[in-house]
């Protein structure tokens, strides 16, 4: 396999580096934390009821930046791993495929065994040896099914509190006789409120990045 990743042609080379550029955004929304930040914040606004406020594009800015913070070692791993044979060799494919080992070391930390054997049962039939064994493209889907899981698990543990409000206010106002008044008007307030004094964002971004392995 070394000789053949040594023997492509340069421009080809060329073309599947430009391939994998193209791949880039697809990588970093679905191989990396993003994906459970952006699930868990959505879900959090949708349950303190402010859909507009804040704006789907500052929580994409946050989700993008914490990724970024808690990926940085991975990352500068990645970046390691491509120097060193592209040095020496001058091979973009083996480089690329060197500096696919960081990423796919990280997803592994983060994706539940039965999902990895799925998959692996389906395209090899047998258990590998090591995770050496294990390309990047069985681990990914394994890892999303995983970071799916997760999010929503943090998702309805961030829910449960809102929805017990909501309860008690929609009581309250049935106790009151006060039907025709909407409970979410007078529970997005009192969950505002709830939230800023227990410093909300500060504990799930805290919470969220401890989450990772």
């Not at 955004?25 to 402010?50: E, H, N, Q, Y």
């Not at 495929?97 to 999902?115: F, W």
Request: no cysteine.
């Amino acid at each position: 396999m070394d000789n053949i990743l040594k023997d492509i042609n340069p421009v080809i080379q060329l073309l599947i580096t430009m391939a994998a550029f193209s791949l880039l955004p697809f990588i970093f929304v679905s191989m990396t934390p993003f994906l459970r930040f952006t699930i868990v914040f959505s879900m959090l606004k949708t349950a303190m009821g402010t859909n507009s406020v804040p704006p789907a594009i500052t929580l994409i800015g946050l989700s993008l930046i914490l990724t970024i913070y808690t990926m940085s070692p991975v990352f500068d791993n990645m970046y390691q791993a491509y120097q060193v044979p592209y040095q020496k060799n001058k091979n973009v494919v083996e480089a690329l495929n060197a500096s696919s080992k960081p990423l796919k070391e990280y997803m592994l930390k983060q994706t539940r065994q039965s999902d990895l054997a799925f998959f692996v049962e389906k395209t090899k039939g047998k258990a590998p040896q090591s995770p050496e064994e294990l390309t990047l493209w069985e681990v990914a889907p394994a890892y999303i099914i995983s970071e799916l899981k997760t999010a929503f698990e943090i998702g309805f543990i961030i829910y449960v509190p809102f929805i017990v409000l909501d309860l008690v206010v929609a009581n309250i106002l049935l106790a009151l006789g006060m039907f025709m008044l909407s409970p979410q008007i007078v529970s997005t307030p009192f969950k505002l409120l709830i939230f800023i004094a227990v410093d909300g964002w500060s504990l799930i971004v805290k919470g969220l990045v401890e989450s990772f392995n």
